[in-house]
């Protein structure tokens, strides 16, 4: 049997490659939406993709089962429960897909969302009833099960979700046996889960041990326990949901409209008219100079999981890339439904070498200087007391709870442009987040909103703190 995992570290993604080296018949699981390294590997290994499967209607990323079902000719399976607008074959608990002597067998686990279901993988020439391996999806994480809370939107009870999601796992899933090698569809960063592991694979007794939402407990004590706590989503998560259950155009169509060289004057016209222009360079080289009003969301991060919380799915977009990384800012971009890409801006920032007049900076303030300018200073008598430069922490709650620098206020980054009546223009704002990516986001975000005197802490309280900075949590210092 041939299982291979391919996982996605920006979206914390895995995928699955499922096939049988004596029929040379293979299906994909999950697949991601740029779908070049399932063929790839396909072709390197004499396999048909005869067949793609999603466990569930991701509401992470845009699946690539319709460009899989174009380009490979592969027939689409969904759990019995789904409804699309394109053909598919629906799967009850124990269907199967048999792709010679490895067998796929569904087991309808409901609970993340309705529709979800986990596949057991058997190699026949091992055994015909125990499986070598179980395929999750979202209904379990190494460390953790899927959060229940994602279908809110669309009409489901967190609640009712929830406690299908217990009966899922103790009545389908922990029944296998703990030999049962475990494949989640997500690791540690993603947001369908609040305490993943960084580990891709995991045996079902193993999770029976270790899984803190497995441990034996009422259905109404799992409910409260997995729906509290959960991280915000993102608030392109339910149109990613809608999306996966809609015919759409491919990946590869999408790219052949968006990806066009645009002069800077097109551009300039562009943003006037209200279309949103990404700069995709990393931090520092997004300071020193850019095109005034763009945001900047580095592609060295987790650069679609930002662009779908702070950028408009329903307002265009221009992309600044370093040359050479237009397609791949695009891609990535697709990965989670955002085709709205009008083009990139021809020859990147050097297009702005001739315009000194629209280039912006950022001051990127070092850790020792950013404390001096926090500290209070007492002005002479006979002057009015100047406003006081304000640190703002645009980290997570839980990041802001282990740890923070003392006197900055809290706004998350993904609350930002709901919260900027909270602060003033005529004041210096000082931004910080772990390492830099994020701040540099919210600063770019502060700036087109007109706010003129906004810094970050280059570092951030990383920095802070190895200048030997002092720290508080739960209020003491530390």
């Excluded at 460009?67 to 608990?93: K, M, N, S, V």
């Excluded at 499986?131 to 959060?147: C, E, I, S, W």
């Excluded at 706590?229 to 149109?239: C, E, L």
């Amino acid at each position: 049997m041939i299982l291979k995992q391919f996982y996605l570290n920006c979206l914390a993604h895995a995928s699955y490659l499922v096939g049988d080296p004596s029929t040379r018949v293979a299906a994909v699981v999950d697949p991601q939406r740029d779908i070049d390294q399932y063929l790839a590997f396909a072709a390197e290994h004499q396999l048909r993709i005869a067949h793609v499967v999603l466990t569930h209607f991701h509401a992470d990323f845009i699946a690539g089962h319709l460009e899989l079902r174009d380009r490979a000719g592969a027939a689409i399976y969904l759990g019995a429960a789904a409804r699309a607008e394109y053909p598919f074959t629906p799967l009850h608990d124990g269907d199967t897909i048999e792709l010679g002597r490895v067998r796929l067998k569904a087991l309808e686990t409901p609970g993340h969302t309705a529709e979800s279901i986990s596949l057991l993988v058997f190699d026949l020439d091992r055994s015909a009833t125990e499986p070598q391996a179980v395929l999750t999806g979202d209904t379990l994480f190494v460390g953790d099960v899927g959060r229940p809370d994602l279908r809110v939107a669309l009409g489901w009870s967190a609640a009712d979700l929830g406690g299908l999601l217990y009966e899922s796992l103790r009545t389908k899933l922990l029944a296998l046996p703990d030999s049962s090698l475990v494949y989640p569809a997500h690791g540690a960063g993603s947001l369908c889960g609040k305490a993943i592991s960084k580990d891709t694979v995991s045996t079902i007794g193993h999770e029976r041990q270790s899984n803190y939402a497995l441990q034996p407990m009422s259905k109404a004590a799992f409910v409260d326990l997995v729906t509290a706590d959960q991280p915000d989503a993102p608030p392109y998560f339910t149109y990613d949901a809608v999306l996966n259950s809609k015919e759409r155009p491919t990946l590869d169509a999408a790219l052949a409209r968006e990806l066009n060289p645009l002069t800077l004057d097109r551009v300039l016209a562009l943003q006037d008219e209200g279309a949103q222009v990404l700069d995709t360079r990393e931090p520092g080289d997004f300071a020193a100079a850019h095109l005034a009003r763009s945001v900047n969301i580095g592609l060295g991060g987790q650069y679609a999981t930002w662009a779908g919380t702070v950028l408009s799915r329903e307002r265009p977009i221009v992309i600044i890339a370093d040359p050479g990384r237009e397609n791949e800012a695009a891609v990535r971009l697709g990965r989670i439904g955002f085709d709205q890409v009008l083009g990139y801006l021809n020859d990147g920032l050097r297009s702005l070498e001739s315009r000194p007049d629209l280039t912006a900076t950022t001051e990127r303030l070092s850790a020792p200087l950013a404390a001096e300018r926090l500290a209070p200073h007492e002005p002479p008598l006979a002057e009015p007391a100047p406003l006081a430069p304000l640190a703002i922490d645009v980290r997570a709650p839980s990041e802001r709870a282990h740890k923070y620098i003392a006197g900055s206020v809290h706004i998350p980054l993904n609350h930002l442009a709901e919260r900027l009546q909270d602060l003033r223009p005529d004041q210096s704002l000082i931004v910080y987040c772990a390492g830099g990516y994020r701040s540099s986001i919210a600063a770019s975000l502060l700036q087109r909103h007109g706010f003129t005197r906004v810094s970050e802490i280059a570092g951030g309280i990383t920095a802070w703190e190895a200048a030997h900075l002092d720290v508080q949590s739960g209020g003491a210092r530390v």
